[in-house]
């Protein structure tokens, strides 16, 4: 067992080390991973005004790692002038999706209501999902700030997924699951994720099979599509901090197995 | 349960699946059928996994006993109730923030607490439960107590220490990290369904030196849990608990069933693999 | 009757439930949104109250005891502040409920969840070390994927992340299609006991 010293150093150490990255502003490249290339292609070959849905699905304790790969496919959509329905499916994500929306929205110059619109959170993620394969309107009557669905210009041209290209879903759990699972196969809904790093390997059966498109990962996949968009945000911001942690990681295991041989060695001459 | 009742249940959940298999007929008004085509190879899948499972639990009627192999944490569990009674410290056992009553993982962790608190009651030993969700707290509640009833201590029971934190995933993980630092048990169960909150409890019960067994279907917090606890039941290992624990045949004779229907799946995949290999523009095991 | 009703009951849902999905008809899809969703959400807002209740409780005999007196009071106070700043302001964007979510919740819970950055690297000393073979092809392979994912993974190798995607995607997933099998197939079993009545412990433990 490691004492508590010990493990106040391994803290200190790693504390100061990710202190240190983002003082010392160090910049790196991330080359673009197969699966960040693909959502990226995905987005960039829509045509103008193709409307997308976007989803908020996840805690607020997840925002560190979700908000910069949700800014960087937000801004990319707004850039090819897509058109985008936002909703959440999780409660905390709600107004989380809205400020993340309107503040990318408000940098391209988008209109609320014409470019894009938020519908707001429905509890019942099941049936909303299956629900918004009949009507979107008919599961959002209204939008997040109370304005009737069938009046917002966005809204006349989207009744159900068949007007949606592709859903993404913006998660730290097992949300993304019920878009696969729902609107997938019973709606043909094409799926597309922007994830927490931790899930990434809990999707990897549905992107062999194809029931989820792609993947947009943690944050070296912000860094990756942010460098692909040729725009700079948290994503290429944290990976000094996040690349730093990890060398420090592996220079622990290294110093543990170091510890661990000479201590065998010691007991094994005593 | 007597043999009786058993029969009946099995012949009506047979005479439905049957009956539903027959619905084929189209509505009149939407046109839509009773039975989606697409879930045929789902639906004859299960009635081979349930004809099996059911063949199982009826065989155990003409006497035939089932061994289950050494589960090194399910052993651990007397040991664990033990020291924390040698020490005078608590016991601090909690179901994870992923799963909810309907996951049977969440079932299978109440089997195992049913053990622990007959346990806990015999060496009079606490027991502390904190949980994310209410419904799991109202039937950890009943199942705690009738364990202490079941080990004639019924007066030991103490319903408040079996409660209801909060549905927020870190405010649960920081209640239950608090609960541990402050009261310092000598045993940790971590058994349930859990998410990124698995490795703050494991890495919290390591550092006050409490024995920790840990078991969950989540893949990626098991990894987290192998390396911070001491034992962790891994895969199925957790839902035969219930039998391993019990001893009680008809369990038992369920988690045989498991290893067969394992077998079977293990055989189709070498086959498949093999004539894959041979015929790559074959296709018969998707659908 | 005390067992019997629910088992029966379990029964009857249980059968009904696992037949609606075979099923496309908007009826079995009703019945599956009615069970899951409405009825669920019924169950669940009335055992909240209870929960909530009893939690309430139990942390103003806390105090009463003299016990964690600062935590029960920050407890108790968030208790009933978010629902008085709800009903006073509403939950809308810019009201004072959403500030203190924002700027109280928000960074909270980020925090306890950037706990678990500290949590791997002491995980990470005190496990990974080469005690046998199978350990040392766990070390070297965690090393591979830790390097692999680095921005500078391409300065050393190009092979690196490929290596890393490998493993992700072959041994690695192959194991946890294993494990999930082994998860699934238990998950059966024990849905067939509760439904068959041979699984009563989630019913007073028997």
């Known amino acids: ?270 | 349960m007597p043999a009786g009742v058993l029969q009946v249940k099995i012949i009506t959940f047979i005479f439905l699946l049957a009956g539903s298999s027959a619905m084929a007929s189209d509505s009149a008004e939407t046109g839509a059928a009773w039975f989606d085509p697409a879930t045929l190879p789902t639906l004859i899948v299960s009635i081979i996994s349930i004809i099996i499972v059911l063949y199982s639990i009826y065989s155990v009627r003409s006497g035939r006993e089932f061994k289950v192999r050494e589960i090194p944490g399910l052993k651990a569990v007397e040991e664990a109730v033990g020291r924390a009674t040698e020490m005078g410290k608590p016991i601090v056992y909690t179901p994870g923030y992923g799963g909810d009553i309907q996951r049977p993982t969440t079932i299978a962790s109440l089997n195992i607490l049913s053990s622990v608190a007959e346990k806990t009651a015999e060496y009079d030993c606490r027991l502390i439960y904190p949980t994310h969700d209410p419904v799991i707290m109202a039937v950890a509640q009943e199942v705690v107590k009738e364990g202490y009833i079941k080990a004639g201590y019924p007066d030991r029971f103490n319903p408040d220490d079996i409660f209801y934190i909060s549905s927020s995933q870190f405010g649960y993980a920081a209640a239950v990290d608090g609960i541990m630092s402050r009261s310092r048990p000598a045993s940790v169960f971590l058994l349930g369904t859990f998410e990124a909150e698995s490795l703050i409890m494991a890495e919290t019960g390591n550092s006050i030196g409490a024995i920790q067994i840990a078991g969950t279907d989540s893949t990626i917090q098991l990894a987290f849990f192998i390396v911070a606890c001491d034992y962790t039941l891994i895969g199925e290992e957790l839902f035969a608990a219930s039998g391993y624990l019990s001893d009680n045949p008809s369990i038992l004779s369920s988690v045989k069933a498991q290893d067969i229907l394992k077998v079977l799946i293990a055989l189709f995949v070498i086959v498949a693999v093999v004539w894959a290999t041979i015929d790559s523009s074959s296709g018969w095991w998707s659908y | 009757m005390q067992t019997r009703v629910p088992l029966l009951i379990c029964l009857v849902f249980g059968i009904i439930m696992f037949l609606q999905y075979f099923s496309a008809h908007p009826v079995a899809r009703a019945i599956y949104q009615t069970v899951t969703n409405d009825w669920w959400q019924v169950i669940f807002a009335f055992t909240l109250i209870v929960g909530v209740a009893g939690y309430a409780r139990i942390t103003l005999k806390k105090l009463g005891q003299g016990r964690d007196v600062p935590y029960s009071l920050v407890a108790l106070g968030g208790l009933v502040l978010m629902p008085v700043l709800a009903l006073i302001g509403g939950t809308k964007i810019n009201s004072p409920f959403m500030w203190a979510f924002e700027n109280m919740l928000a960074p909270m819970q980020a925090t306890v969840f950037s706990l678990l950055a500290f949590f791997v690297a002491s995980a990470s000393f005190r496990g990974f070390r080469a005690r046998s073979i199978p350990a040392t092809i766990l070390l070297l392979t965690a090393l591979i994927v830790l390097i692999g994912r680095l921005p500078l993974a391409e300065m050393i190798s190009q092979y690196l992340p490929k290596a890393t995607f490998w493993i992700k995607d072959y041994p690695s997933m192959a194991a946890r299609r294993a494990i999930l099998i082994g998860i699934g197939l238990g998950s059966m079993a024990t849905a067939l006991r509760v439904i068959l009545g041979i699984e009563r412990t989630y019913l007073k433990g028997e």
């Open chain 1, 1 to 270: 067992m490691i004492t508590l010293k010990t493990r106040w150093l391994i803290f200190s150490g790693l504390f100061i080390i990710v202190t240190l990255s983002y003082i010392l502003k160090i910049s790196m490249v991330s080359q673009p991973s197969p699966q960040v290339e693909k959502s990226f292609d995905y987005l960039e070959t829509l045509p103008e005004s193709t409307i997308i849905m976007v989803s908020f699905d996840h805690e607020a304790s997840a925002l560190p790692e979700i908000q910069p790969i949700s800014l960087a496919l937000l801004r990319h959509a707004f850039k090819n002038n897509l058109r985008i329905v936002g909703l959440s499916l999780f409660a905390e994500g709600t107004a989380i999706g809205y400020r993340l929306l309107n503040k990318t929205a408000g940098e391209l110059g988008k209109k609320y209501g014409q470019d894009y619109v938020f519908l707001g959170f429905k509890p019942q993620h099941i049936a909303a999902i299956l629900g918004m394969g009949e009507s979107i309107k008919d599961v959002f009557p209204e939008d997040y700030i109370g304005n009737r669905s069938d009046t917002i210009p966005l809204m006349m041209s989207v009744s159900n997924y068949d007007d949606i290209d592709i859903v993404i879903s913006f998660a730290d759990g097992d949300r993304t699951v019920y878009w696969i699972e729902y609107a997938g196969p019973r709606y043909g809904q094409q799926v597309m994720a922007g994830l927490t790093a931790a899930m990434i390997t809990s999707y990897d059966p549905y992107l062999a099979s194809g029931q989820l498109y792609s993947v947009v990962g943690g944050l070296r996949g912000a860094a990756e599509y942010e460098n692909l968009l040729g725009k700079t945000g948290k994503g290429n911001r944290s990976m000094p901090a996040q690349t730093s942690a990890h060398l420090y990681v592996i220079a622990l295991i290294i110093a543990g197995n170091i510890i661990y041989f000479r201590n065998r060695s010691r007991q094994g001459r005593g």
